[in-house]
């Protein structure tokens, strides 16, 4: 009976899965702010950041493709390749993506917390040395900005990386009941 729901589990989780990390995509390409001196700062210039976006963009990739198939599976119970390479190729694969979506998450969460800590230890340093309150509070103010967008995306991804843990066990579980040891 719980083999039943299995693939309309995975069916619901997948749809969930490429809903944040298309979401973590858009949130991350959209944050940059400009300085006073009209220098911009831009998702891109923190390598991390890149990872954490190429992360999300092969999950998002991933979870794309096998949309169609978890959709056939899900209404006829049938693979739409019928040779057992599917299971075997879900099981593996939703390991790997997980794995990637994961790393990404500690990547971004690592250097966006570093990083905001390190510039707000900064600008209390500039502010002992006598430097403008006001003009510093602003920039303070973008930099904290900057990084929080930039941890509510990886958050996001955080999601999507859970959820896809979550689609790698059941497809473990899947897999072993096609191979005839559950019911």
Same mark, same amino acid.
């Given at each position: ?47 991390? +950041?890149? /990872? ?16 169609? /198939?978890?959709? +056939? ?49 900064? /600008? ?10 006001? *003009? ?35 497809? *473990?579980? =899947?897999?072993?009941? =096609? ?5």
């Amino acid at each position: 009976m719980a083999s039943k729901s299995i693939p309309a589990s995975i069916l619901v989780l997948r749809i969930v899965t490429l809903l944040a990390l298309v979401a973590s995509v858009v949130v991350l390409v959209t944050d940059h702010f400009t300085l006073q001196d009209g220098t911009q700062q831009h998702f891109q210039d923190i390598h991390a +950041y890149r /990872f954490v976006l190429a992360t999300a963009a092969i999950g998002a990739a991933y979870t794309l493709i096998q949309l169609p /198939f978890d959709i +056939y599976y899900a209404c006829t119970r049938k693979r739409l390749i019928r040779n057992g390479c599917m299971p075997e190729f879900d099981f593996y694969a939703d390991k790997l993506v997980s794995l990637v979506l994961a790393s990404g998450v500690g990547a971004g969460f690592g250097v966006g917390f570093e990083f905001k800590r390190v510039l707000n230890d900064l /600008f209390l340093l500039l502010l002992a040395l006598g430097e403008d309150p006001v *003009s510093l509070d602003e920039e303070q103010s973008k930099d904290n900005d900057f990084f929080n967008r930039a941890n509510i995306a990886t958050g996001v991804l955080l999601v999507g990386a859970i959820c896809m843990a979550v689609i790698s066990v059941l497809s *473990s579980i =899947n897999r072993t009941s =096609n191979r005839g040891y559950f019911g």
